[in-house]
Nanobody, 122 residues
């Protein structure tokens, strides 16, 4: 899967952003897709995923209640709606195929997209 993330930007605390992930190749529909983020000075970490069918999602406590995932397998896209943004949400956001067992990049894939920068001002 090759991915391109878009939709980042600068918003104020309490604002919203909608991020999109466009994927191509390698049977996108077969994989759960995750969103990861990397804050300044920190490692990239998983915080949300959606199963291959779109029937199930899971979020970490840091975004639960503020993030909503959806996917369109016909269009090979995964969207992330983030509301009630906080300064600690400032990060580069990435999407990719995810292993549900490890909640890390799926072992069948080895590359990341450029990500999209979200900056939340206080």
């Amino acid at each position: 899967v090759m991915v391109v993330e878009t939709g980042g930007g600068l918003v104020q605390t309490g604002g919203s952003l909608r991020l999109s992930c466009a994927a191509s190749g390698h049977m996108f529909n077969n994989y759960a897709m995750g969103w990861f983020r990397q804050a300044p000075g920190k490692e990239r970490e998983w915080f949300a995923y959606i199963t291959w069918s779109g029937a199930n999602t899971l979020y970490t406590d840091s975004v639960k209640g503020r993030a909503t995932l959806s996917r369109d397998n016909a269009e090979n896209t995964v969207d992330l709606q983030m509301d009630s943004l906080l300064p600690e949400d400032t990060a580069v956001y990435y999407c990719n195929a995810i292993s549900l067992a490890t909640r890390r990049l799926h072992p069948a894939f080895h590359s990341w997209g450029q990500g999209t920068q979200d900056t939340v001002s206080s």
